[in-house]
């Protein structure tokens, strides 16, 4: 009696329906497609459930973890023992899911530019199980970096080729760090104060970078000031963290002129940059005047190799502005990011007397078409 816990449970039925007689061993072939386009992210994960539970004669093809796919393009083709397989239909639906997410990434990551790093700092929002699901369809789709060592770890053991280098098929090799700035308990704990509480951290783990937050006090210019002082050219980033309810300190309500011409003479697009400026350029909360700022006042202290953190409501469309206008950050952490695509399993064809013959997929009116030139993955 055939069964996987994570299964549909008819499907393991049917696997007992057809159990010891000449339907067990019945070679079929299944497509796999999604409802909408993505980016593969879970094949590996596909390969390592069928060595584990499929014992007959196997053939898997299709699509590399990092491929683009249509909708309704076959992405997956698997051959075998239908015994074995039909299990396996509701597992490998939801190991391809994060591809969607991966999508996701890869357009952030698209819309940031190779100057802008993105990070993966998901790992609040879903239960612990994905979080290293998820930090591998962030390494897919192209981020840089996570927050949890679980997440690096997860990436690190799939894609890794040394230290905390990775390589995703055929793209070329890049850094995939474990990312975090100095929380704000800790602000809290050290009376507000984020250069204090940044030493107390870079002391107590002197393995992590040194970096400040700076926006809790209200007094960021100063916070910076001070932070550069102090830790000279081993400050290695600060992150921005003023919050969407009041202003930076020596930031405006309105645009100023001055700084609109420095970046619409720079703009690709100005009528582009204008409006990225007059929705995100000034204001509350963390703009792109504070990075201008920000970035000013850290080359003119002798903090030129400091980098710049923000995050918080980045979305794809406020990426594009800032780049749009040039913003001199380094590192975006994005949070909302993690989609799940929809993947449905077919059986398109059985075996008879040696020859395959065609089976149209229940309730479907048109026929899947199935590549010719789609690699083996597996075969065996």
């Known amino acids: 009696m055939t069964k996987f816990n994570l299964s549909e449970d008819y499907l393991n039925k049917c696997s007992d329906t057809v159990a010891a007689t000449p339907h067990e ?7 796999i497609t999604c409802r909408r386009g993505g980016m593969m992210c879970g094949v590996a994960d596909i390969v390592d459930l069928l060595n584990d539970h499929c014992n007959g004669p196997l053939t898997l093809r299709g699509k590399a973890d990092g491929e683009r796919f249509a909708a309704g393009e076959v992405v ?24 969607a997410a991966a999508a996701n990434m890869a357009e952030l990551v698209e819309a940031a530019g190779d100057s802008i790093r993105i990070i993966d700092t998901s790992a609040r929002r879903y239960p612990p199980e994905l979080i290293g699901p998820v930090a591998i ?14 997440g690096q770890t997860a990436v690190l053991e799939r894609f890794g080729v040394g230290g905390d280098q990775i390589r995703v098929g055929s793209r070329p090799q890049v850094s995939f760090g474990l990312y975090g700035s100095v929380p704000r308990v800790l602000d809290v704990m050290y009376g507000g104060e984020g250069v204090e509480a940044a030493e107390a951290l870079h002391r107590a783990c002197s393995y992590t970078s040194l970096t400040v937050r700076a926006g809790a006090e209200g007094r960021e210019r100063d916070v910076l000031t001070e932070a550069v002082r102090r830790f000279g050219s081993a400050l290695e980033s600060v992150r921005l963290d003023t919050p ?31 409006a990225a400026l007059e929705r995100y350029g ?23 190799y400091t980098k710049i953190t923000v995050g918080d409501g980045f979305d794809i469309e406020k990426i ?16 909302d990011w993690v989609d799940f695509g929809e993947f449905t399993s077919e059986l398109v064809a059985v075996q008879e007397e040696g020859h395959w013959v065609a089976r149209r997929p229940t309730g479907s009116t048109t026929e899947l078409i199935i590549p010719e030139d789609l690699p083996v993955i597996v075969q065996r």
């Open 25 to 31: 061993h019945l070679p079929v072939r299944y497509a």
């Open 76 to 99: 997956l083709v698997l051959e075998g023992p239908f015994g074995e397989l039909v299990p396996l239909e509701t597992l490998c639906g939801g190991i391809l899911s994060l591809s």
């Open 137 to 150: 369809a962030a390494a897919v789709g192209g981020a840089r970096g996570t927050n949890t060592q679980a």
């Open 244 to 274: 969407p309810d009041r202003m930076h300190q020596g930031g405006h309500e309105k645009p100023t002129r001055t700084l609109e011409m420095r970046i619409l003479s720079q703009a690709g697009d100005r009528a582009a940059a204008q």
């Open 282 to 304: 000034f204001g509350p909360g963390v703009t792109i005047e504070m990075v201008y700022a920000v970035r000013d006042l850290l080359d003119s202290l002798g903090g030129r």
């Open 320 to 335: 594009r502005a800032w780049r749009t206008c040039n913003a001199p950050v380094d590192f975006i952490e994005v949070d």
